[in-house]
């Protein structure tokens, strides 16, 4: 299967600043590349996603960007807010099956 | 749309018996139903792919005669864990896929305690 990585495991910053996730997958045949945030106990919400033949999406105060070359893919969050704060998972698609990175921990400091 | 539903939420087992878990797509049929597992702050690991009409496949490392996977129709998954332990204490959580899409919707999952 597929190898995907993510960084940082933890991240903490204070109401308002921005969030950088970032994540690298092994195989190039990956093609889509979502997002998730789990809050505990709960199923994983797609909060953005990018298939690979785009370079960056954008969501509001939400946008991933994707290299292709490199093998990675980035989540970042503007104007962080309170509300912000759980697990978030990157996943590579290989042959439509989802391998997850390893997840961060989103803390947003009033 | 697009909503997938878990049974049970919760269940408590005791340590060699088996326990089956369903999956069902309610407003789309599903040609392609996955299943996870997650241990606690852990990442969520694929088990197995599960087709309609077909035999699953299972990602290395799984047991597939322990994880018994059915995939009867377009809009019901089983997963039955055979013989369960304490370290099969765990959130599984199911996908399906509507074909046509990339995208995977998640059920509820399912909290399974082996005492």
């Known amino acids: 299967g597929e190898n995907v990585e993510q960084h940082p495991s933890t991240l903490s910053v204070q109401e308002g600043d921005s969030a950088v996730i970032k994540c690298t997958y092994s195989d190039s045949a990956s093609n889509y590349f979502p997002w998730y945030k789990q809050e505990l106990g709960k199923r994983p919400q797609l909060i953005i996603d990018?298939?690979?033949?785009?370079g960056e999406k954008k969501d509001q105060r939400i946008a991933v960007t994707l290299n292709k070359t490199a093998k990675h893919f980035s989540l970042h969050i503007t104007e962080t807010q309170p509300e912000d704060s759980a697990v978030y998972f990157c996943?590579?698609?290989?042959?439509?099956?989802?391998?997850f990175g390893t997840g961060t921990s989103l803390t947003v400091i009033p | 749309g697009a909503v997938v539903s878990q049974h049970p939420s919760w269940v408590i087992c005791k340590s060699g018996t088996s326990v089956k878990i369903e999956c069902r797509s309610l407003d789309f049929q599903a040609t392609t139903m996955f299943w996870y597992r997650q241990f606690p702050k852990q990442s969520l690991m694929l088990m197995a792919t599960s087709n309609e009409g077909s035999k699953a496949t299972y990602e290395q490392g799984v047991e597939k005669d322990k994880f018994l996977i059915n995939h009867a129709s377009l809009t019901l998954s089983t997963l039955t864990v055979t013989s369960a332990h304490p370290e099969d204490s765990s959130f599984y959580i199911c996908?399906?896929?509507?074909?046509?899409?990339?995208?995977?919707?998640f059920g509820p999952g399912t909290r399974l305690t082996v005492t």
């Open positions: 996943a590579a698609s290989l042959r439509n099956q989802f391998y």
């Open positions: 990018i298939r690979s033949n785009v």
């Open positions: 996908s399906a896929n509507p074909g046509g899409s990339y995208e995977q919707y």
